[in-house]
C-alpha cells in the first residue's frame, strides 16, 4: 500500500509470479506511486524465485496498457479470465503482459 493510513493513494498484490491487482486512486495518478508500486511487486515476485512476472489486463483498458507498456511489460496473448461472482461465474476477456525480473541464467 502507499498512502497514509486512510487516505490508500494505491496497492499492489501478488499472488505467486501474477501481479494480481494494481491500483492507484485517481487523485495519485501520474505522481509516481503506480511506478512505486509495479517497481516492488516485481521485486517481491523475483525475490520469491520467479523469473517471469505476468498480469491480466482488461481489453480495452488503454491507460494501463500504455503503462505497463513503458515499464516494460509486452503483451503476450488474449485469454478469457474466469472470474467468481456473488451471482456466479463472470468471463472476462483479457491482454497477458509479461516481464522477465528474476536473474537470468548466465548474467
Given at each position: 500500500?502507499?498512502?497514509p493510513p ?8 501478488v499472488k ?92
Amino acid at each position: 500500500m502507499a498512502g497514509p493510513p486512510g487516505e490508500a493513494a494505491g496497492l499492489s498484490i501478488v499472488k505467486g509470479d501474477e501481479l494480481n491487482q494494481l491500483f492507484v486512486a485517481a487523485a495519485a495518478r501520474g505522481s509516481g506511486v503506480g511506478t512505486i508500486l509495479i517497481d516492488d511487486a516485481e521485486q517481491r515476485i523475483a525475490a520469491a524465485g520467479y523469473r517471469i512476472a505476468w498480469l491480466a489486463c482488461a481489453i480495452g483498458n488503454d491507460r494501463a496498457a500504455r503503462f505497463y507498456e513503458k515499464r516494460g511489460w509486452q503483451r503476450t496473448v488474449t485469454f478469457t479470465s474466469r472470474l467468481e461472482t456473488p451471482d456466479g461465474e463472470f468471463l472476462l476477456d483479457v491482454w497477458r503482459y509479461e516481464k522477465s525480473v528474476g536473474i537470468q541464467p548466465g548474467r
